[in-house]
C-alpha cells in the first residue's frame, strides 16, 4: 500500500483547493481470506451460515469526505489515478455543499488533538502468511472427534478467517496515522442431534490481533472435544430447570453478551440522538443523563481498544482520535458514551474514538471495541454458597434484545442447578427474561480474575451493513431474585 500514500496525499491536496471546513482521506488496504468445512468437506464461497464474505477478497481503495458550509460529503474511487481522485473530491464537495442547503443544524465535529503516529499489533506470525495446507491442517486436527461413539449425531462447521488491515489516514487538520493489524479467528459450530428431533447448537468464536502464533497457543482442541461431550450430555441429560424467582450465576460467555448488547450498543451516542432509529434501533438511555443510576455499585462496564492482541483492537480510530478505555457504566452510573467527533460536537464533549468502519467504501460510525464486565473480587465458590436455589448459566444458546436494548431474553446451553450451595445436574434451556435496568439492578457481585474469559465476535450495525470484529467479554456474574423462565 506504500504505493499509494503519495495518491492519497494529492487527494487531500486537491481537497484544500476547494475550501472545505474540513476535508479527511483514509487509504484502506483490506486482506480476507476463508477456509470452511462443512462436515468434514472444505467449502469454498459463501456458507449457508451467517458467518462470513466470499471466501477470498482484496479491498484496496480511497474514501475522502468533507464538511463544506457546515454539510457533510463522501466518495470513493477503488481506482487509484489522479483523475478517479479528482472526480471523487469533486463529488464529495458538490454532495456536501447539497447537503448543507438541506440541514437545518450544520454538522459539527469536535476540536482534537494532531497527532503524527504509526501503530500495529504486536504478533510473530502473521496470519496472512500461514500457507493454506497449514490452515487446513488446523480445521482437520478436530475431524477425529467425531468418529467417537455418542449417543446422538453431529453436525459440524469449522471456519477460519485470517485478514489483515492497512490504513493511511490524513486530514486537512494535520493529522496523519499509518496503522497496521492482522487478525484471525476460528469458529467451531457443532450441532448434535437426537433421534427424536431435540438437538442443541454450539458455536464459539476464538479470535485475536496477535497473530497465528497466539491463535495455536490457546487450548482449543481440548475445549472443542470437551464442549462436544458437553453438547452431547445437553442433548441427552439435561433435566427441567426451576421456575420463578431464584438466584442466577452468569458465567462470562453470557456476561460478556449482556456487556455488548445491553450496554454497549445502549451506550452509542448516535443510538441516544435517535440517529440510528431506523436502522439498528435507539437507546433506552435516551430518556436519561449522564450520572443516572442503572445499575447496583458493584457493576463496572468497559469498552477497550487497546488491549493487545484483542479483536477488536486499534490505537487510533478512523477519525485520527487516540484511542483509550471507555468507562461506560462506573460504580452503577451511566459514566459515559461512545463518541465520534460528530456526536461528540452535540454534546459539547470530545471524542473517545469510537469511530470505526469496515473497508475503505464505508463510512465511519460510532461503534464498540472490546467491551466488558470489570471483575470482581468473588470467587466462583463465595457466588455459590449462600445460594439456596439457582441456576449456573454457563453459556448461552439463543438471546435477542429489542430496538432500544431495553428488553431482552436469554436462554442457557451449559446451565446447571443449584442447591444449598452446591453445584447439581445440567438443566435445560432455563429462559432469563429482563428489562436492561432490572438486570443491572439484580448484580450483587462480580466474579474475581480467574473466572474472566473473552470471546470473539462480529458485531453489525448501519447500512449498508458493517460487521466489524469485536471482543466481548467478563467474569461470573451473580444475580439475586430474578425470574426465571422454564426450559424449551
Not at 449425531?153 to 486530514?171: C, G, K, M, P, S
Not at 497466539?214 to 452431547?232: D, G, Y
Not at 434484545?401 to 446451553?413: E, T
Request: net charge negative; hydrophobic share 35%.
Amino acid at each position: 500500500m506504500e504505493q499509494f500514500k503519495d495518491l492519497a496525499e494529492y487527494a487531500l491536496k486537491e481537497c484544500q483547493e476547494k475550501h472545505p471546513d474540513y476535508a479527511e482521506v483514509r487509504l484502506e488496504q483490506d486482506q480476507r481470506d476463508t477456509v470452511s468445512f462443512i462436515n468434514g468437506k472444505m467449502h469454498i464461497g459463501n456458507l449457508p451460515i451467517d458467518l462470513t464474505d466470499d471466501a477470498f477478497t482484496r479491498k484496496l481503495g480511497l474514501n475522502i469526505r468533507m464538511i463544506v458550509n457546515g454539510g457533510m460529503g463522501m466518495a470513493t474511487t477503488n481506482t487509484l489515478t489522479k483523475q478517479s481522485i479528482l472526480e471523487a473530491v469533486s463529488y464529495a464537495n458538490k454532495t456536501a455543499k447539497r447537503n448543507s442547503e438541506q440541514r437545518k443544524e450544520p454538522i459539527r465535529i469536535s476540536e482534537e488533538k494532531i497527532y503524527e503516529a504509526s501503530w500495529q499489533s504486536s504478533y510473530k506470525i502473521n496470519p496472512i502468511d500461514v500457507s493454506l495446507e497449514e490452515r487446513i491442517a488446523f480445521i482437520k486436527q478436530f475431524f477425529p472427534f467425531f468418529d467417537e461413539k455418542y449417543p446422538i449425531a453431529f453436525i459440524h462447521v469449522f471456519v477460519l478467517i485470517t485478514e489483515q488491515r492497512d490504513t493511511y489516514f490524513l486530514t486537512s487538520e494535520g493529522t496523519r496515522i499509518t496503522g497496521h493489524v492482522p487478525r484471525v479467528a476460528f469458529i467451531p459450530v457443532i450441532i448434535g442431534v437426537q433421534s427424536g428431533g431435540k438437538n442443541e447448537q454450539m458455536m464459539r468464536t476464538y479470535a485475536t490481533s496477535s497473530g497465528w502464533d497466539e491463535l495455536t497457543s490457546w487450548n482449543i482442541v481440548e475445549e472443542v472435544e470437551n464442549n462436544i461431550q458437553i453438547l452431547a450430555d445437553i442433548v441427552t441429560k439435561a433435566k427441567k430447570p426451576p421456575e420463578g424467582e431464584i438466584d442466577l450465576i452468569l458465567g462470562p460467555d453470557v456476561s460478556g453478551i449482556i456487556a455488548h448488547e445491553n450496554c454497549g450498543h445502549p451506550h452509542e451516542a448516535d443510538r441516544i440522538l435517535g440517529r440510528e432509529g431506523a436502522q439498528a434501533g435507539e437507546s433506552y438511555l435516551r430518556e436519561h443523563e449522564l450520572g443516572f443510576k442503572i445499575g447496583n455499585e458493584c457493576v463496572n462496564v468497559y469498552d477497550d481498544p487497546t488491549i493487545q492482541g484483542s479483536y477488536g483492537f486499534y490505537l487510533y480510530d478512523d477519525e485520527g482520535v487516540k484511542a483509550r478505555r471507555r468507562e461506560l457504566i462506573k460504580d452503577g452510573i451511566f459514566n459515559e458514551m461512545l463518541q465520534n467527533r460528530e456526536t461528540a460536537a452535540s454534546f459539547n464533549t470530545q471524542s473517545n474514538a469510537a469511530a470505526r468502519a469496515v473497508a475503505y467504501d464505508r463510512e465511519p460510525i460510532v461503534r464498540m471495541a472490546n467491551t466488558y464486565f470489570a471483575e470482581g473480587d468473588y470467587s466462583f465458590e463465595e457466588m455459590v454458597e449462600d445460594i439456596k436455589l439457582g441456576i449456573y448459566m454457563k453459556s448461552f444458546t439463543e438471546w435477542n434484545i429489542d430496538d432500544k436494548r431495553l428488553q431482552a431474553k436469554y436462554v442457557g446451553q451449559e446451565a446447571y442447578l443449584i442447591e444449598n450451595g452446591e453445584i447439581k445436574g445440567l438443566v435445560s434451556k432455563p429462559i432469563l427474561e429482563i428489562s436492561s435496568l432490572g438486570l443491572f439492578g439484580s448484580i450483587d457481585a462480580q466474579g474475581d480474575g480467574k473466572s474472566f474469559k473473552w470471546e470473539g465476535a462480529f458485531c453489525g450495525k448501519s447500512e449498508p451493513g458493517q460487521g466489524l470484529p469485536v471482543w466481548t467479554g467478563g467474569p461470573n456474574i451473580r444475580l439475586r431474585d430474578v425470574q426465571l423462565g422454564g426450559g424449551m
